[in-house]
């Protein structure tokens, strides 16, 4: 079982940045492939950037070159540094966590908003 926090969202202008943070408990984090994924208003779900166990990492191409995953384990936390961000940016982003072992095993967060708004 594990329990996932975000936080670091809130309000941004166009061009501007934001990091965002997601700290696991209740299980070991190292096991853990991570993501971020993020939902608008009357939009599916969309993969925005994983990171592997040992540090495999894959963008969705509407933010490669903006924005950066990184995990440590040693804190049990992902983050998703946004730069430049754009209107079309805004969400809510959702941390993610899949069981390398047993890939059944795939926890949620509770999200957090992003708003990009001049």
């Known amino acids: 079982q594990v329990q996932l926090a975000e936080s670091g969202g809130g309000l941004v202008q166009p061009g501007g940045s934001l990091r965002l943070s997601c700290a696991a408990s ?3 984090f190292s096991l853990y492939a991570m993501g971020w994924y993020r939902q608008a208003p009357g939009e599916q779900r969309e993969l925005v950037a994983t990171i592997t166990t040992f540090g495999n990492i894959n963008y969705a191409g509407s933010v490669k070159g903006r924005f950066t995953i990184s995990r440590d ?10 730069n430049s961000l754009k209107p079309e940016d805004s969400a ?3 941390c993610n966590a899949r069981n390398v072992l047993d890939n059944t095993n795939n926890y949620w967060g509770k999200g957090t908003l992003v708003t990009v708004s001049s």
């Not at 384990?73 to 946004?82: D, G, R």
Request: positive net charge.
């Open 26 to 28: 209740g299980s070991i």
């Open 92 to 94: 809510v982003y959702y």
């Open 73 to 82: 384990n040693a804190k049990s936390t992902v983050y998703l540094q946004m």
